[in-house]
Nanobody
């Protein structure tokens, strides 16, 4: 199996910063792309940022210039540094990884971590 453990969500004032972490463990051959999604109340889950095995990144337009995704392959961990946070960033943030396991690539999700930005 594959387990994802997220951490770092919190309540923060607008303009503040948070760093989310997602550690991947279990039985797998390799981790492919890693990413962060978020879901605000009453809204659909949306992609926030994604990073490939080669380090290529893409971001939602709403977070460009404020958020930075990175990964530590030795630790099987992906990070999301969030700066200049806004109230509209309030959501549950989910880690997503694509993993090669038993000859197949498959997506796995974390349990979610709450980020609340007060105005």
């Amino acid at each position: 199996q594959v387990q994802l453990v997220e951490s770092g969500g919190d309540l923060v004032q607008a303009g503040g910063s948070l760093r989310l972490s997602c550690a991947v463990s279990g039985s797998f051959f390799r981790i492919n792309a890693m990413g962060w999604y978020r879901q605000a109340p009453g809204k659909q889950r949306e992609l926030v940022a994604r990073i490939t095995t080669g380090g290529n990144t893409n971001y939602a337009d709403s977070v460009k210039g404020r958020f930075t995704i990175s990964r530590d392959n030795a630790k099987n961990t992906v990070y999301l540094q969030m700066n200049s946070l806004k109230p509209e960033d309030t959501a549950v943030y989910y880690c997503n990884v694509n993993v090669r396991r038993a000859g197949y690539d498959r997506d796995y999700w974390g349990q979610g971590t709450q980020v609340t930005v007060s105005s």
